[in-house]
């Protein structure tokens, strides 16, 4: 029997009298998530299950990525793993939620009926290894992001843990044009922007903390060159809330690992007071025929510090990204792409 378990398939041939069973077909090839995530503060790119770090020319990973945000989930999401979570295992959580309303109905261990009633979710529902109360259940938001050098790229899944969503405690960051994801997005709408998918939106560490908190700055406007391919992947609804609405399945976990809560609100660097807010003239307007040239151009950042470019730097503040291989086939919109992503890999960053 171990033999024949060994050798059936190395004809590649299925016998005939089995054609017209196989043809009925009742197996379904599990779906591969497409992601940018990270462990620590290394980035990490996922294509049909295959993982590599994001790298810069010289083979180092890189501290920041540019991308564009195609959308994102407005409620958060919640993981709850019983015991905790454990790095490195695929497992899903033990109960999740897409909405932060009610638990998904794939979830098999149910908490409670609603996440407001549920006991993992209230503060003190786990206690730290330091000793500080915190919920159970973490929080977490989906974005769905392209790099910014390859629009067409087939859409990646995001998920920006609990601790990148909101600080109040990051002034420092915020003078230099660096925001916790929601008031990132309350930024951008204070200035007229109404679609994440017009800026071209630089992602970085923290630099304050030793956990990977993200830190979200707007960089440039999205180029003209690329408006036919966001366009594109805009209007693949399909395909964008199948990515915002995942199910947290096996395989994913690494993504979805929590931030330690009691890094929730770190404490402000002690530094002098921030400098007051760029003056209102080197912000660009929104743009309205595509050009933003006509925005008046703020400083570029110091060569020595890449990490702190202004707000809407023009696009020759940075250097141009190296074009793709010439031998790269350029892949079609929300398709799968070559697991050969080396060089799209480079060129993420700054």
Known sequence: MSTTQLTIFDTGTLPAHLTDLNEQGN?????????????????????????????????????????????????????????????????????????????????????????????????????????????????????????????????LLLKIPQTSMWDKDNAENEAKGFYAFDQYMDFLKRRGVNHTASIVTKIKFDSRTSYPKLLFGGVDWTPATETANIKAQLADKAKLDALLNVSDVPGTAAATAPVPEEFEQPAPAAAPAPAAPPAAA?????????????????????????DDTPSFAPAAAKPAPAPA?????????????????????????D
């Open 27 to 155: 197996i379904v090839a599990r779906d591969q998530i497409d992601q940018l995530s990270f462990r620590g503060k290394v980035w990490r790119l996922k294509v049909d299950g295959k993982e590599d770090v994001v790298k810069n020319s010289e083979g180092d990973p890189v501290q920041s990525v540019q991308v564009i945000i195609l959308d994102y989930n407005k409620a958060r999401s919640r993981s709850y793993y019983a015991g905790g979570f454990e790095e490195g295992k695929s497992a899903p959580p033990t109960c999740w939620s897409k909405d932060g309303v009610t638990p998904d109905a794939s979830v098999q261990e149910k908490q409670h009926a609603t996440c407001a009633g549920c006991p993992q979710s209230v503060k003190g529902s786990k206690v730290t290894e330091s000793g500080k109360e915190v919920t159970a259940c973490a929080q977490f938001k989906r974005a769905v992001v392209v790099p910014s050098v390859k629009t067409d790229f087939a859409p």
């Open 282 to 306: 080197k912000t660009p307007r929104p743009p309205r025929a595509a050009a933003p040239k006509a925005a008046p151009a703020p400083a570029p950042a110091p060569a020595a510090d890449p």
């Open 325 to 349: 291989p010439a031998a790269a086939a350029t892949p079609p919109v929300a398709a799968s792409v070559s697991p050969d992503l080396g060089a799209m890999l480079q060129g993420w960053d």
